[in-house]
């Protein structure tokens, strides 16, 4: 066999292959073909010099030298190479191939690459079809879960990943679901979640007893030896509606990812149980100021104390929440000059929502965060709200407070000292409520406290009737 190539013209060359067999002692000729091969990079000054080179090093280097040059003498190389390699088995239709691929080896790949990229998303759709097949509404529960813990997923109202809190509610919430189906042995899929399902599940969660007493046959009074009667305590119906709201998002992902969902859960009776707006507190400014001045110096725990009132009066006066002021970093600090005058402010961009406030931090705010120069330091929730219920006690912010709520479809009224319902979420509530107090217009409040609903703010301001007579009097003439 032999193959040659012949310089024809500027960007061409003719490739003659010659292939014979000695038949009977005659060489026998069996394959004779010209093929002209154009568009190369072919200059005939490279040609010429190239081919008067008789060393194969200067031959390299020169190709090494000449890049364009040199990758064509390449390909012409391959060509030979794959020709010489068919042996006899060589024909015009096999020499036009070999030519074509070698020549636009880049389109071939090209074409080899989208063709394997077709094939993974084939095999891909594949998968998901199988997965979809072999899913389950339990494993898609697990697997939500899952994904939120891991930030896979976000929140619709925001598109945020879920904050530790909100991680702990939802699992907890879709756990009562799966509990529900143990209970009752009956393993509801997708296609399984309608109105009879949903009635079911909210009666189930209406009857669970969430007592933490154990002996729910009662228990023995030393009195008389006889058994005390056992109350059982039920969800309110904020809760339950809590948790059908996750058992929604939940079937809403699911529908979103073509798994099999009855469409029922969009129903107007498939809705969270409404209920009575259970009343939360916010503290008077006199109770703030009680609040502030109850001495821990000789508490046993009073390092403690004192910074988890520090932390929850950062947050009445910034009227942020608490994963937000309970992590203030030094980067949130900032001062500017304010025609002249040096100006404190707070820089946060809220977990919950992603939006960036900035609040103007008074004298009180600026004084604690003066205690703290590494910043205010890290407190867990719990622990904020044990001590700050212990303050409040303390300040004797001990007024009985009537609580309405529902049970069971019930309107109920329960009864607490004040200062058994601070929490953590009061402080955004007492700020909230001291600002409107105080005179400042509601879309003013809104820019600090970061809503962009007046109707939501108007939840957060807990002012009473007199406390807003007295606000109309001091601000307004008609009243005077």
């Given at each position: 066999?032999?193959?040659?190539?012949?310089?024809?013209?500027?960007?061409?060359?003719?490739?003659?292959?010659?292939?014979?067999?000695?038949?009977?002692?005659?060489?026998?000729?069996?394959?004779?073909?010209?093929?002209?091969?154009?568009?190369?990079?072919?200059?005939?000054?490279?040609?010429?010099?190239?081919?008067?080179?008789?060393?194969?090093?200067?031959?390299?280097?020169?190709?090494?030298?000449?890049?364009?040059?040199?990758?064509?003498?390449e390909?012409?190389?391959?060509?030979r190479?794959?020709?010489?390699?068919c042996?006899?088995?060589?024909?015009s239709?096999?020499?036009?191939?070999?030519?074509?691929?070698?020549?636009?080896?880049?389109?071939?790949?090209?074409?080899?690459?989208?063709?394997?990229?077709?094939?993974?998303?084939?095999l891909?759709?594949?998968?998901?079809?199988?997965?979809?097949?072999?899913?389950?509404?339990?494993?898609?529960?697990?697997?939500?879960?899952?994904?939120?813990?891991?930030?896979?997923?976000?929140?619709?109202?925001?598109?945020?990943?879920?904050?530790?809190?909100?991680?702990f509610?939802?699992?907890?919430?879709?756990?009562?679901?799966?509990?529900?189906?143990?209970?009752?042995?009956?393993?509801?899929?997708?296609?399984?979640?309608?109105?009879?399902?949903?009635a079911?599940?909210?009666?189930?969660?209406?009857?669970?007893?969430?007592?933490?007493?154990?002996?729910k046959?009662?228990?023995?009074?030393?009195?008389?030896?006889?058994?005390?009667?056992?109350?059982?305590?039920?969800?309110?119906?904020?809760?339950?509606?809590?948790?059908?709201?996750?058992?929604?998002?939940?079937?809403?992902?699911?529908?979103?990812?073509?798994?099999?969902?009855?469409?029922?859960?969009?129903?107007?009776?498939?809705?969270?149980?409404?209920?009575?707006?259970?009343?939360?507190?916010?503290?008077?400014?006199?109770?703030?100021?009680?609040?502030?001045?109850?001495?821990?110096?000789?508490?046993?725990?009073?390092?403690?104390?004192?910074?988890?009132?520090?932390?929850?009066?950062?947050?009445?006066?910034?009227?942020?929440?608490?994963?937000?002021?309970?992590?203030?970093?030094?980067?949130?600090?900032?001062?500017?000059?304010?025609?002249?005058?040096?100006?404190?402010?707070?820089?946060?961009?809220?977990?919950?929502?992603?939006?960036?406030?900035e609040?103007?931090?008074?004298?009180?705010?600026?004084?604690?965060?003066?205690?703290?120069?590494?910043?205010?330091?890290?407190?867990?929730?719990?622990?904020?709200?044990?001590?700050?219920?212990?303050?409040?006690?303390?300040?004797?912010?001990?007024?009985?407070?009537?609580?309405?709520?529902?049970?069971?479809?019930?309107?109920?009224?329960?009864?607490?000292?004040?200062?058994?319902?601070?929490?953590?979420?009061?402080?955004?509530?007492?700020?909230?409520?001291?600002?409107?107090?105080?005179?400042?217009?509601?879309y003013?409040i809104?820019?600090?406290?970061?809503?962009?609903?007046?109707?939501?703010?108007?939840?957060?301001?807990?002012?009473?009737?007199?406390?807003?007579?007295?606000?109309?009097?001091?601000?307004?003439?008609?009243?005077?």
């Amino acid at each position: 066999m032999a193959t040659y190539f012949t310089f024809k013209s500027e960007g061409t060359v003719v490739i003659r292959v010659r292939v014979g067999r000695r038949i009977d002692g005659v060489v026998k000729e069996l394959v004779n073909q010209k093929k002209m091969i154009t568009n190369l990079y072919l200059p005939e000054e490279n040609w010429n010099y190239y081919h008067s080179l008789e060393k194969d090093t200067a031959r390299e280097a020169y190709l090494k030298k000449k890049t364009e040059f040199g990758k064509t003498i390449e390909k012409l190389k391959l060509i030979r190479k794959k020709i010489d390699s068919c042996g006899t088995d060589i024909d015009s239709v096999k020499i036009d191939d070999i030519i074509n691929r070698v020549i636009n080896a880049e389109v071939f790949e090209e074409r080899e690459r989208a063709e394997e990229e077709k094939e993974k998303k084939r095999l891909q759709k594949e998968e998901a079809e199988k997965r979809k097949k072999q899913m389950t509404l339990t494993k898609f529960i697990d697997q939500y879960i899952q994904d939120v813990k891991e930030g896979k997923r976000t929140t619709l109202a925001h598109g945020r990943t879920f904050v530790r809190g909100s991680r702990f509610s939802l699992a907890n919430s879709l756990g009562h679901f799966k509990e529900f189906m143990a209970d009752t042995g009956v393993t509801y899929d997708f296609q399984d979640v309608d109105l009879d399902c949903y009635a079911n599940y909210k009666a189930w969660l209406m009857a669970q007893d969430i007592s933490k007493d154990k002996d729910k046959d009662g228990k023995e009074d030393g009195k008389n030896g006889k058994k005390e009667k056992h109350v059982p305590v039920h969800y309110a119906d904020n809760t339950i509606g809590g948790f059908i709201k996750k058992l929604k998002s939940v079937l809403r992902a699911a529908e979103s990812r073509g798994y099999p969902v009855n469409p029922a859960y969009k129903s107007t009776e498939f809705k969270a149980q409404s209920s009575v707006d259970v009343d939360t507190i916010y503290l008077t400014r006199e109770e703030v100021e009680r609040f502030e001045k109850v001495d821990l110096s000789k508490k046993p725990d009073g390092k403690n104390l004192e910074l988890a009132r520090d932390i929850f009066l950062v947050g009445v006066w910034t009227a942020q929440r608490v994963s937000d002021y309970n992590n203030l970093k030094p980067e949130n600090i900032k001062e500017v000059d304010n025609n002249g005058t040096p100006m404190t402010y707070l820089s946060i961009h809220q977990q919950k929502t992603g939006r960036l406030v900035e609040i103007p931090c008074n004298a009180k705010v600026r004084a604690i965060l003066n205690k703290y120069p590494k910043g205010l330091p890290h407190l867990s929730d719990q622990k904020i709200n044990k001590y700050i219920k212990d303050i409040g006690k303390m300040a004797k912010i001990d007024e009985v407070v009537e609580v309405k709520g529902s049970r069971g479809g019930q309107v109920i009224k329960e009864y607490y000292k004040k200062y058994e319902l601070i929490c953590t979420h009061t402080a955004r509530r007492t700020g909230a409520t001291l600002m409107y107090l105080d005179g400042i217009a509601i879309y003013d409040i809104m820019k600090v406290t970061g809503h962009k609903s007046v109707t939501t703010l108007e939840k957060y301001i807990r002012a009473d009737k007199l406390e807003v007579a007295q606000k109309l009097v001091l601000q307004y003439d008609y009243f005077k």
